[in-house]
Nanobody
Framework: QVQLVESGGGLVQAGGSLRLSCAMSKNFFAVSTMGWYRQAPGNERALVAR???????EYGDSVKGRFTISRDNVKNTVYLQMNSMRPEDTGVYYC??????????WGQGTQVTVSS
C-alpha cells in the first residue's frame, strides 16, 4: 500500500510564506510524478504544481512565479514552497503521486488559510 503523508499547512498572513511537505511510504518515489492540488470551498480540485521523475515542473497559472515545487528522492519527499501568498491561495492542499504499477494516490489533505 502506497501512502502519502502531508505536513506544513496552517495560517499565514497575506504576503507570507509556507512550505508543504509530502512523504511517500513506499520506495517508488523516484519514478513517480508528484504534485499538489488545491480545493477551495465551493470549487473543484485544481492543479497547483507537479514535478516529473525527471524534475520537469509545471504550475497552475495563478501560482507561477510565487510557488516552487521540488523533490528529494533520498527522503521520498516532495515540497511546495509558497511565497507572496494571497487570500485566494486558501484551501485544502492535497498531495498526489502518479505511481507506476499503483496508479494515482492521494494524501489526506492539509488546510492552508491566508488572511488578508
Amino acid at each position: 500500500q502506497v501512502q502519502l503523508v502531508e505536513s506544513g499547512g496552517g495560517l499565514v498572513q497575506a504576503g507570507g510564506s509556507l512550505r508543504l511537505s509530502c512523504a511517500m511510504s513506499k520506495n517508488f518515489f523516484a519514478v513517480s510524478t508528484m504534485g499538489w492540488y488545491r480545493q477551495a470551498p465551493g470549487n473543484e480540485r485544481a492543479l497547483v504544481a507537479r514535478i516529473s521523475s525527471r524534475r520537469v515542473s509545471e504550475y497552475g497559472d495563478s501560482v507561477k512565479g510565487r510557488f516552487t515545487i521540488s523533490r528529494d528522492n533520498v527522503k521520498n519527499t516532495v515540497y511546495l514552497q509558497m511565497n507572496s501568498m494571497r487570500p485566494e491561495d486558501t484551501g485544502v492542499y492535497y498531495c498526489y503521486g502518479d505511481v507506476p504499477g499503483w496508479g494515482q494516490k492521494w494524501g489526506q489533505g492539509t488546510q492552508v488559510t491566508v488572511s488578508s
